[in-house]
């Protein structure tokens, strides 16, 4: 329902190799290399399940903080986001682009095959 919510779920998704719930949070650009984004499905479940979702819980990201909210085009969004890890630790912000579908807020993939986003270097 809210982008924040569209994260949460990501994330569970994740570690949980849900690749079912992962294709439902996810928005396919017309250019996205399907059979790529496949494999990645394919290989995060393979991880999951042979790791467990304790292990990207506890070595993934602790919190994602959203830091901005930026219109983009269309029904797209760009979310700055910041990763905390357990350790206290935060990763580099990033812009990851989100669109309102009629079904929800989903995750864009681009043409290869992976969300579309940025990496920004630490801002001090």
Same mark, same amino acid.
């Given at each position: 329902a809210t982008p924040e919510a569209l994260i949460q779920s990501v994330i569970w998704a994740v570690a949980h190799g849900d690749t079912n719930?992962?294709?439902q949070l996810m928005?396919? =650009?017309? *250019?996205?290399? /399907?059979e790529k984004f496949?494999?990645?499905?394919?290989?995060?479940?393979?991880?999951? %399940?042979?790791?467990?979702?304790?292990?990207?819980l506890t070595n993934g990201p602790s919190e994602v903080r959203i830091l901005s909210d930026q219109v983009a085009d =269309?029904? *797209?969004?760009? /979310?700055?986001?910041?990763e905390t890890h357990a350790d206290g630790n935060s990763g580099?912000? %990033?812009r990851v682009r989100i669109r309102l579908t009629d079904t929800g807020w989903r995750l864009v993939i681009g043409?290869?095959?992976?969300?579309?986003?940025e990496t920004f270097d630490n801002q001090p």
């Open positions: 719930r992962m294709y928005a396919l =650009n017309p *250019d996205a290399d /399907l496949a494999q990645q499905m394919g290989e995060l479940r393979h991880q999951a %399940e042979k790791n467990g979702p304790d292990a990207f =269309n029904n *797209d969004h760009w /979310l700055t986001t910041v580099k912000p %990033e043409t290869n095959g992976e969300p579309v986003h």
